[in-house]
């Protein structure tokens, strides 16, 4: 029989931006880090590099049956499963909305709102089978937001949709697992320095320079201070918090006033 580990995690979409930088910081907390991505030899890289106590695995969270493989060879390999990180996600559409396409709108929705439900509930699964840890209960799942959860991005129809339906999903999975000791929490990060972005600029879909003068802090954040919250929220430190939503947005969804309101950018933003 293997021996137990205490503490395992999962991060899907663990290739690049976000999702690699939570998984390096699960790992510096101590945690044996899954890494799924749909880029199997990305994701196996990846893991290479963390280090060989922890395991890359090729997973869609699209499909229901490669989202229960690869639990299962989580499960299997590890023994137990006390986090997940539903990060997977991919960008939306651009241009106007009587212009867009039903297939592109449905397979935003599918990666990220479909995605979170699978995972969630394949390693629900686990948890609730496992036995609760003193202060910890039986793990804590955080679901990645967006500040397009809340606020109004033309255009953005189908993330929008999908990043406001996490945050519904993340409510009702709180509520119903709060008392089996699994909390469910969610970040809803504003615009971070990530491949996705960067796709987004190069499409002219994005204002880079706009979006620094909109943000109170003055710039896009960094994967690595989105993973900081992360790796809060599934740690005994946050043992009493579930169902919340925790912006880290620089402060764009406090800010309601003109834009003429904020002083100049920082010289480092602006440079």
Not at 195 to 221: C, F, N, V, W
Request: proline share 3%; with cysteine; glycine share 12%.
């Amino acid at each position: 029989m293997q021996k137990r580990i205490e503490s395992v995690a999962i991060v899907t979409g663990a290739a690049d931006g976000i999702g690699w930088a939570t998984a390096q910081r699960l790992a510096m907390d101590g945690y044996r880090v899954a890494l799924l991505d749909v880029r199997s030899e990305a994701v196996q890289a990846r893991a290479t590099e963390l280090g060989r106590q922890h395991l890359g695995l090729a997973c869609d969270v699209t499909s229901e049956a490669s989202v229960q493989a690869a639990v299962a060879a989580v499960a299997a390999r590890f023994g137990r499963i006390d986090a997940l990180v539903n990060n997977a996600g991919i960008g939306d559409q651009t241009g106007p909305t009587v212009e867009q396409n039903v297939e592109a709108f449905d397979r935003v929705l599918a990666v990220h709102l479909r995605g979170t439900f699978l995972m969630s509930q394949a390693v629900a699964r686990v948890m609730l089978r496992a036995q609760p840890a003193t202060g910890h209960g039986r793990g804590a799942i955080v679901n990645l937001g967006s500040i397009a959860s809340t606020t109004g991005l033309p255009g953005r129809n189908a993330y929008s949709a999908a990043k406001a339906g996490v945050l519904g999903m993340t409510r009702a999975m709180a509520s119903e697992w709060a008392r089996a000791g699994i909390r469910v929490n969610a970040v809803a990060p504003g615009y971070v320095r990530t491949a996705l972005i960067a796709g987004l600029e190069r499409q002219g879909a994005l204002d880079a320079e706009g979006i620094a003068h909109r943000t109170p802090m003055g710039r896009m954040a960094e994967p690595g201070e989105i993973a900081e919250v992360i790796a809060f929220l599934v740690s005994r430190r946050a043992s009493y918090i579930t169902g919340a939503v925790l912006p880290v947005d620089g402060g764009w969804t406090a800010f309601g006033a003109p834009e003429s309101a904020l002083s100049g950018l920082p010289e480092q933003a602006a440079a």
